[in-house]
């Protein structure tokens, strides 16, 4: 079924043949050629697979629903871009629906881009509308700085920068110098039953954070179900019984492949708030580097806030890691009555 029009369709371009569809299960291989071949065009280091959308798009969580959420764009029966949306509740108090749109390079400055973030700023209004708050309702997006033409058009529809984040590499893990453990801690794997309550520990590690993300039991399971979720690469510190921190690592095969590369990602680096300020986040961090490497990569990526209360970007500055790429928080306040 076609959605329904809206008033943004003023700003529907006159392509013949161009359709707007909901998502369908069966839609993620085209999404991930999509993606790809965006971040291939502006030079953004990010590439995904088929069963990666797959896992994060059909399973349904408080904030999100794609078979709701996420409509498609097809010309002449090709998809050739896509807009999601997801809600969550803010670390820094806000209800912030979180917008994402895509377009295949070739069919940009075609009106189409424009046309979907005001279809995607209607649904937020109307999510919104099903689910009031009595938190500030804001549109949120996300952009690295390479993707100039995205940057320009947000900024346009009054989108402001609110957060700045830095993608981070190391570019080499020769000569890894493992520090020592903190007194009474100790790295021990970590087990099937045990899962649950290391997700917990990077959670509520995370709670002071700026912006805040889904927490779940449904995005728990997401999170297990990554084609790249592999727990033997974790390096967990443990407190006797309890979980002091962790780096929750990971090697994405596909993507390493797809740019000549071998590179592990430290897609977690947390500690609890009772361990910190005692070197427990460097050791980790320096073992994390040495799995990696032991696992046959030669560099290693993080993202991080690049205003970060607890100073990790020195922290990573320490150990080796230097600045790739900046990324942005855009935020503009909902407009209920567009």
């Not at 069963?51 to 010309?75: H, K, Q, S």
């Not at 969550?88 to 424009?114: A, K, M, W």
Request: with cysteine; charged share 30%; net charge negative.
């Amino acid at each position: 079924m076609t959605p329904t029009a809206t008033t943004a369709d003023a700003f529907r371009p006159d392509i013949p043949g161009l359709v707007l569809r909901p998502y369908r299960p069966g839609d993620a291989a085209a999404l991930s050629g999509l993606f790809n071949a965006e971040n291939e065009a502006d030079g953004v280091p990010w590439r995904s697979t088929a069963a990666e959308i797959a896992n994060w798009f059909e399973r349904p969580t408080p904030g999100f629903d794609a078979t709701r959420d996420v409509l498609v764009v097809e010309l002449d029966s090709r998809i050739i871009g896509e807009f999601d949306l997801n809600w969550v509740d803010t670390t820094d108090g806000f209800r912030e629906f979180r917008i994402g749109c895509s377009l295949l390079p070739e069919h940009r400055r075609r009106g189409i881009g424009r046309w979907l973030l005001r279809r995607n700023e209607e649904h937020a209004a109307a999510r919104l509308a099903e689910q009031p708050t009595d938190r500030p309702a804001v549109l949120g997006t996300w952009c690295p700085e390479p993707r100039v033409g995205k940057v320009a058009l947000i900024e346009q529809e009054g989108y402001a920068p609110a957060r700045y984040f830095f993608e981070m590499e190391c570019p080499t893990l020769d000569g890894i110098v493992l520090p020592p453990m903190p007194d009474g801690l100790e790295v021990r794997p970590v087990t099937s039953d045990q899962l649950r309550r290391l997700w917990d520990a990077d959670v509520e590690a995370f709670a002071d954070h700026w912006g805040g993300f889904d927490a779940s039991d449904a995005r728990f399971d997401t999170w297990q179900g990554d084609p790249k979720f592999d727990p033997s690469l974790f390096v967990v510190a443990w407190d006797g019984d309890e979980i002091a921190g962790g780096v929750i690592n990971e090697i994405n095969e596909a993507e390493n492949a797809a740019l000549g590369r071998l590179q592990g990602w430290l897609a977690s680096v947390f500690v609890r708030r009772q361990w910190r300020r005692r070197g427990l986040a460097r050791a980790l961090v320096m073992r994390s580097l040495a799995v990696l490497r032991d696992r046959g990569m030669t560099s290693a990526g993080l993202g991080v806030d690049a205003d970060n209360a607890n100073e990790a970007l020195r922290l990573y500055t320490d150990c080796g890691f230097e600045t790739a790429m900046r990324s942005t928080a855009y935020r503009k306040p909902m407009a209920l009555d567009r």
